[in-house]
């Protein structure tokens, strides 16, 4: 059996990275629960899917972008214990409804069965469709939750922010990233979705999609907005966005290695669902290259939804001996060194400078 390549984490995150994470999740729980009351007023069922739609948000994640939205603040000047931390919190926990929204739809796109253990949103639709024995095909009713649902998580999400608290001419300054970030993630989208339509399998092709559909709006945007709040010099917005765009698409790469190589009990995906989903991924494209005639069997595989844990462990075995593991770690520990020399630009205050450091390093050496 082929063992996903290991990393060594720090034992501990960086100081205060729970703290912050439960605060983002209160300020979520206090607003979700909050719409659900304008969602009872409409009927029952649609306040039942909202329940669902909570629990999709509170089940889990890493609360990657308000962690990088806060320390992007925080290092640009803003003051946790001013007045406008709170709406701060407030505005940088609208990021988790967009990936909400983001990861709704993309499950569906997807066709995947599973999110973080659970069934995705699309399929517990459909599994109550089927239980109650309603009109038409369960499948259907599912995706047409899941495209509401999600559209419903980027609408609240824009509320949100307009809601939080900070004065208007604050909200004004982020504006820029706001409105370019939400485009980001929907043209990456766009270009993932082409991309496996076509069969474009080129390096280039991959890497662009993970600039635009993870790193722009994982790291990237949410670091220009914290920063574009604390009403930043462009020196600092320059050396963020350098930084974000970088160590974005390290996130994304080691992501496609988990894909892969991860543990299905740590990521809570089935191992090899990137390929039965036929995700053209920079490892499958470095794969590609190298492969001379086996490129026709990898071919054969990517996207084939009924593909083995034989096959798939051939696949695994076939880019470990053609080097594109490597090829994707080399690329990960570059992008990652240069997204650490970018913050070396700029005047950033302690301790976020050390602290998004730290948050580099976990982001492109996790495990799930």
Same mark, same amino acid.
């Given at each position: ?15 205060? /990275? ?74 940088? /926990? ?6 909400? /929204? ?61 809601? /939080? ?59 220009? &907005? ?95 001996? &053609? ?46």
């Amino acid at each position: 059996m082929v063992h996903p390549p290991t990393h060594v984490l720090p034992e501990t995150e960086p100081e205060g /990275s729970v703290e912050l994470r439960e605060s983002v999740e209160r300020e979520l729980a206090r607003y979700l629960a909050h719409r659900r009351e304008d969602a009872a007023a409409i009927g029952p069922v649609f306040a039942d899917a909202v329940d669902a739609l909570t629990r999709f948000v509170l089940g889990g994640g890493k609360r990657l972008r308000p962690t990088f939205a806060w320390w992007g603040w925080r290092g640009a000047g803003g003051d946790p214990e001013g007045p406008d931390a709170d709406g701060v919190l407030r505005a940088l /926990s609208a990021l988790e409804l967009i990936q909400a /929204s983001a990861l709704v739809h993309d499950d569906l796109i997807d066709a995947s069965a599973t999110r973080r253990g659970k069934p995705t949103v699309h399929v517990e639709f459909a599994g109550r469709h089927a239980d109650g024995g309603w009109c038409g095909p369960p499948a259907r009713f599912g995706a047409a939750a899941a495209i509401l649902l999600g559209d419903l998580a980027l609408t609240w999400a824009d509320d949100l922010y307009r809601e /939080s608290g900070l004065p208007a001419e604050v909200l004004d300054r982020g504006h820029e990233a706001w409105r370019g970030m939400r485009t980001d993630v929907l043209g990456g989208q766009f270009l993932d979705v082409h991309t496996q339509a076509t069969g474009d399998s080129s390096p280039a092709a991959a890497l662009r999609i993970d600039r635009f559909k993870t790193a722009a709006y994982t790291v990237e945007r949410p670091l220009q &907005l914290g920063a574009l709040l604390a009403g930043a010099d462009e020196s600092i917005v320059a050396a963020y966005r350098r930084f974000g765009a970088d160590i974005g698409v390290a996130f994304q790469l080691r992501d496609d290695l988990l894909g892969v190589y991860g543990d299905p009990t740590v990521t809570g995906k089935p191992a090899g669902d990137d390929l039965r989903e036929g995700k053209r991924t920079l490892l499958v494209a470095l794969a590609l290259e190298k492969a001379g005639p086996a490129a026709t069997e990898i071919r054969d595989a990517l996207g084939d939804p009924d593909l083995s844990a034989e096959r798939v462990e051939r696949l695994r075995e076939l880019f470990l001996q &053609l080097g594109a593991v490597q090829a994707v770690e080399q690329r990960i520990a570059a992008l990652t060194g240069a997204a650490l020399d970018a913050l070396t630009t700029a005047e950033i205050a302690e301790p976020a400078a050390t602290t998004l450091q730290e948050l580099a390093v976990r982001a492109t050496r996790r495990h799930r």
